[in-house]
T-cell receptor, first 115, second 114 residues
């Protein structure tokens, strides 16, 4: 158990809909990362938050947005869903000390299926 | 930018065979290097890491040595087991605008047959 909690584990929805994925980081971790894993694209970095502020952006579509709340949990919002958005979405967290080597702790993922 | 190139899979081995999964990287500065493992239906777990040149990371019989001269971090195990069947990801951690970022390779699917 990594200590990172993601909900829901599975989600099935239709094209054009909007969904929200939720992540609770490990206790004490200030950074939260979102990754998308699909068969054809591999593991793609979407976005990182640090203590409520956006820190880095990767290959995140404009239809997707995220935020990190004061209690440090994070939500990833996916809107106007397309078939190609079907994927496993991972949240990860990391420690925030200056000695951070970059190790991430991953949740079990949220599997999104768009029909 | 930073990048990681991994040996393409899938790799299929018999139990007790020797395993090597190649990984090379491109990065500025001195990144930390990682191997993550993803078992079926689960999230990624850190398998081992090395934070500076010539460091050897090891865990569960797996080893990898940080080779700066060849920019490589190959994963090895002397005798694989069926339970090692998983997807293995090589990754590096570099600084992007003062923030630590993990860059992953494409992953290598390993299947070990009894």
């Amino acid at each position: 158990d990594s200590g990172v909690t993601q909900t829901p584990k599975h989600l099935i929805t239709a094209t054009g809909q909007r969904v929200t994925l939720r992540c609770s980081p490990r206790s004490g971790d200030l950074s939260v990362y979102w990754y998308q894993q699909s068969l054809d694209q591999g593991l793609q970095f979407l976005i990182q938050y640090y203590n409520g502020e956006e820190r880095a952006k990767g290959n995140i579509l404009e239809r997707f947005s995220a935020q990190q709340f004061p209690d440090l949990h994070s939500e990833l919002n996916l809107s106007s869903l397309e078939l190609g958005d079907s994927a496993l979405y991972f949240c990860a967290s990391s420690v925030a000390t200056s000695g951070n080597t970059g190790e991430l702790f991953f949740g079990e993922g949220s599997r999104l299926t768009v029909l | 930018g930073d990048s990681v190139t991994q040996m393409e899979g899938p790799v299929t081995l018999s139990e007790e065979a020797f395993l090597t999964i190649n990984c090379t990287y491109t990065a500025t500065g001195y990144p930390s290097l990682f191997w993550y493992v993803q078992y079926p239906g689960e999230g990624l777990q850190l398998l081992l890491k090395a934070t500076k040149a010539d460091d050897k990371g090891s865990n569960k019989g797996f080893e990898a040595t940080y080779r700066k001269e060849t920019t490589s971090f190959h994963l090895e195990k002397g005798s694989v087991q069926v339970s090692d069947s998983a997807v293995y990801f090589c990754a590096l951690s570099g600084l992007v605008r003062a923030a630590r970022q993990l860059t992953f390779g494409s992953g290598t699917q390993l299947t070990v047959l009894p």
